[in-house]
């Protein structure tokens, strides 16, 4: 992550405070994470204060982490998937992967966060590996399927 | 069984992998029609339709257009409500990999009944290629001077924007929605005033959720007369139906309003197990039992959103009202005193079921929250929240009696 890059993208929210979540969402398709680097430069930009960007990033569950995550898996915890043993899933991956859920591991690399439905419900127990559906029928594959993206 | 009555809104195969031939071959129909037609004609057709929101809340359609319509504001702003946060619920999702002309259509029908210049459409956090196909679409409809200034040679100006906003179920509320548009925390205001008074940028704004629109572009090309010969009054036109939980073909059912939940449970392959009860419209709709299973998914009788998420005997209730409860507490956003207060009064009462004498107590207690809220809460996500934990313990009391007194083999729980 250079700073250069960051500076462009957040440079072309300049002066637009309404686009504080635009630019989040870009940050997080690249970085799936706010990078710590981007908070002053947000500020200077966007022209919002530390507290206003902080209020609102906390409030959407942004993760805001140093460098930028390898692996961002979601497993949804909704009804739908509730009803399929969405508790066992988290539980899986968290014990094979050594994660807690909704916390970075202390190398940074991954996150396995908790959701309230990802609109995959007729596909549950829904799980998205970087943003995309994988199936959890066979938890050691989806295991490896992390550990894939984590090398 | 009944027969499944043939899908008009579900009719096409997703068109991501053959994008430019729908384009291409997308007729605009309802389109040419309204524009031969004056806002008020258009507004009196939707009115003729019946047509009331697919979001949940089931309001007349044409009434909100002519609200908007009747603001002496000149900015106007057309709102595409794609969040799609209630669990179970994936049907608009399922229309935009369809038919996305149909929504972007009738956006554009909206902005040139009420003169609007802008509009937005709000996608779940999770719909990236959904994102990245109307992204396509849009500029090729800007091409096409289908929209931009000067649309179609008629003097109006109007352009759609897409925002895929972060995964938080309180921003599908609609004015929760106008400030993720903003680009602030997504917490309600009161009503009044209401969107069509102030909504986005506090300027008059036409909201519909996906199906909503889908089905204004269905009207216009087939008429309001069609559209009547589909379901009940009160409750006409198709209707989009997502079936999950303990169920064997879990999926979208385009059906009509006069279906009932068994018709619903044998189109999808029939329940998983015997039927214990759904909840209609997610968590936070209402809970269909054995004995309702031949009502139709009306709106008076609460279809909602058209959610329905089964479970089997197998299933405890506590273990249920629990994860509702949980969902709920997770997922308001604490602004509000009544909301905040009563939520937490509410986990606790879940949270520490083991601990009371008996259920009335409880039953009495929740019951009360739920009522405090409906009264007086900024928004509905907590009085919905509260409505399913009370009706399970109606229903299933030998199931919070067991938790109350030696414990649960299906939770695993002991006192
Ligand atoms: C907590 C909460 C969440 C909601 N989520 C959605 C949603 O995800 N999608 C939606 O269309 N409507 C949702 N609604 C309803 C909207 O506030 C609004 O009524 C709807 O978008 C209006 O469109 P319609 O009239 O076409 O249904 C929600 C309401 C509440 C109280
Ligand atoms: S009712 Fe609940 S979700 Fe709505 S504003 Fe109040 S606390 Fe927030
Ligand atoms: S409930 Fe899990 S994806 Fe919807």
Redesign the pocket.
């Known amino acids: 992550m250079t700073t250069q890059t960051l500076e462009q993208i957040i440079s072309t929210h300049a002066g637009k405070p309404d686009e504080l979540l635009v630019l989040a969402e870009q940050l997080m398709d690249r970085y799936r994470a706010i990078p710590t680097a981007a908070l002053a430069l947000m500020q200077q930009q966007l022209g919002l204060t530390a507290t206003e960007i902080q209020s609102v990033l906390s409030f959407y569950h942004y993760p805001v982490t140093d460098a930028p995550i390898k692996c961002h898996v979601e497993v949804c915890r909704a009804l739908s998937c509730h009803l399929k043993s969405a508790d066992a899933v988290l539980r899986h991956l968290c014990d094979a992967l050594d994660a807690l859920p909704d916390q970075v591991t202390e190398d940074g690399q991954l996150l396995i966060a908790r959701v309230d439905c990802l609109s995959d419900c007729e596909r549950a127990p829904a799980v998205h590996i970087n943003g995309e559906y994988v199936a959890a029928t066979d938890l050691d594959a989806l295991v490896q399927r992390i550990q894939a993206a984590l090398a | 069984m009944k027969p499944l009555p043939a899908p008009v809104l579900t009719a096409n195969a997703p068109v991501a992998d053959r994008l430019r031939e729908y384009y291409l071959h997308y007729p605009f129909h309802a389109l040419q029609k309204a524009l031969a037609l004056s806002p008020h004609e258009i507004i009196a057709e939707l009115k003729a339709s019946g047509l009331?929101?697919?979001?949940?809340?089931?309001?007349p359609?044409g009434r909100?257009w002519e609200c908007v319509l009747q603001q002496p504001a000149p900015v106007r702003y057309i709102v595409a409500?794609?969040?799609?946060?209630?669990p179970g619920?994936f049907k608009?999702r399922v229309l935009l990999e369809r038919n996305p002309l149909a929504v972007i259509e009738a956006m554009i029908i909206a902005a040139y009944t009420v003169r609007a210049r802008a509009g937005y459409i709000y996608l779940n956090h999770s719909y990236r290629q959904i994102e990245q196909t109307l992204q396509t679409l849009l500029a090729w409809l800007r091409e096409d001077q289908r929209l931009g200034n000067n649309l179609l040679k008629r003097q109006f100006d109007f352009d759609i924007q897409v925002r895929r906003g972060p995964s938080r179920?309180?921003s599908?509320?609609?004015t929760a929605?106008f400030h993720a548009l903003e680009g602030r925390r997504a917490e309600p205001s009161s009503r009044p005033p209401y969107p069509t008074e102030q909504g986005l940028w506090r300027k008059p704004t036409i909201?519909?959720?996906?199906e909503?629109?889908s089905c204004v572009a269905l009207i216009l090309e087939k008429g309001s007369k069609w559209f009547t010969t589909l379901g009940p009054v009160n409750s006409h036109g198709p209707k989009l139906f997502c079936i999950t939980g303990d169920i064997k073909n879990p999926g979208v059912i385009e059906a009509a309003m006069d279906a009932s939940l068994r018709d619903l449970i044998e189109w999808a392959g029939g329940a998983i197990g015997d039927f214990k009860g759904a909840m209609v419209s997610g968590p936070?709709g209402c809970l269909f039992l054995p004995d309702d299973l031949d009502k139709p998914l009306t709106v008076q009788n609460g279809c909602g959103?058209g959610t329905v998420v089964v479970f089997n005997d197998t299933r405890c209730a506590v273990d249920l009202a629990r994860h509702v409860t949980d969902f709920f507490f997770t997922e308001h956003c604490g602004q509000c005193l009544p909301g905040r207060e009563s939520m937490k009064q509410a986990k606790s009462l879940m949270d520490n079921l083991e601990h009371q004498p008996s259920l009335a107590p409880l039953q009495q207690r929740y019951g009360e929250l739920h009522t405090l809220l409906l009264n007086s809460s900024k928004?509905?996500?907590c009085s919905?929240g509260t409505a399913m934990a009370p009706a399970l313990m109606q229903a299933f009391p030998a199931d919070f009696d067991r938790h109350m007194h030696g414990g649960c083999a299906v939770c695993g729980s002991a006192v």
Do not use: F, V, W
């Open positions: 009331r929101g697919r979001g949940g809340a089931a309001y359609l909100k409500n794609g969040e799609e946060g209630e619920t608009d179920y309180l599908g509320e609609e929605l909201i519909n959720n996906i909503t629109l936070s959103n928004c509905g996500l919905s």
